[in-house]
T-cell receptor, first 110, second 111 residues
Framework: DTAVSQTPKYLVTQMGNDKSIKCEQN?????MYWYKQDSKKFLKIMFS???????INETVPNRFSPKSPDKAHLNLHINSLELGDSAVYFC?????????FGSGTRLTVV | GENVEQHPSTLSVQEGDSAVIKCTYS??????FPWYKQELGKRPQLIID?????GEKKDQRIAVTLNKTAKHFSLHITETQPEDSAVYFC??????????FGTGTRLQVFP
């Protein structure tokens, strides 16, 4: 049973479209994160939520909007997709110890 | 600012040799330093971590050292094996809840 599950695993879409990536965790952690990994493998934090409340927003364009309907879910909605949004997006959970990452969503914008 | 520098960006070693990856962080208040291994097409996975109240931690062939004064920490892998080949990331915790990652080191272990 996967602790952090993301869907979809792959997403190919055209520029200008709106898409969502879903993340669900079953470990009961209060804090969830979204990270972006670009083609150079850099891992950059985008958002963090603690118990459904936005804690960190790392100057991400407002086309990106995280939504946390409950403590176990943190979804990422992206409007008006651009070519530069192509990357692997990882959801993660964690606290004072290290993070557990989801399996990632490879987003390709064409 | 919040910054973690990591070197080298690529590292090639012969099987059986040791590999060392070094990181430097900027915030002296950082107190938690994990290391992640990411195999091709997979998620980063925690392999070892160290907190600021210790200087060294070891787990079989993997060890991490921390120099708080210099704000350096390093990953040491001994007796490397081909399955150690992956991208390794260091990270430092900022503001109690945010992990900032280094830029990654691609390690290749040749048989």
């Amino acid at each position: 049973d996967t602790a952090v599950s993301q869907t979809p695993k792959y997403l190919v879409t055209q520029m200008g479209n709106d898409k969502s990536i879903k993340c669900e965790q079953n470990l009961g952690h209060d804090t969830m994160y979204w990270y972006k990994q670009d083609s150079k493998k850099f891992l950059k934090i985008m958002f963090s939520y603690n118990n459904k409340e936005l804690i960190i927003n790392e100057t991400v364009p407002n086309r990106f909007s995280p939504k946390s309907p409950d403590k176990a879910h943190l979804n990422l909605h992206i409007n008006s997709l651009e070519l530069g949004d192509s990357a692997v997006y990882f959801c993660a959970i964690g606290g004072l110890d290290g993070y557990t990452f989801g399996s990632g969503t490879r987003l390709t914008v064409v | 600012g919040e910054n973690v520098e990591q070197h080298p960006s690529t590292l090639s070693v012969q099987e059986g040799d040791s590999a060392v990856i070094k990181c430097t962080y900027s915030d002296s208040a950082s107190n938690y330093f994990p290391w992640y291994k990411q195999e091709l097409g997979k998620r980063p996975q925690l392999i070892i971590d160290i907190r600021s109240n210790v200087g060294e931690k070891k787990d079989q062939r993997i060890a991490v050292t921390l120099n708080k004064t210099a704000k350096h920490f390093s990953l040491h892998i001994t007796e490397t094996q081909p399955e150690d080949s992956a991208v390794y990331f260091c990270a430092a915790r900022y503001n109690t809840d945010k992990l900032i990652f280094g830029t990654g080191t691609r390690l290749q272990v040749f048989p």
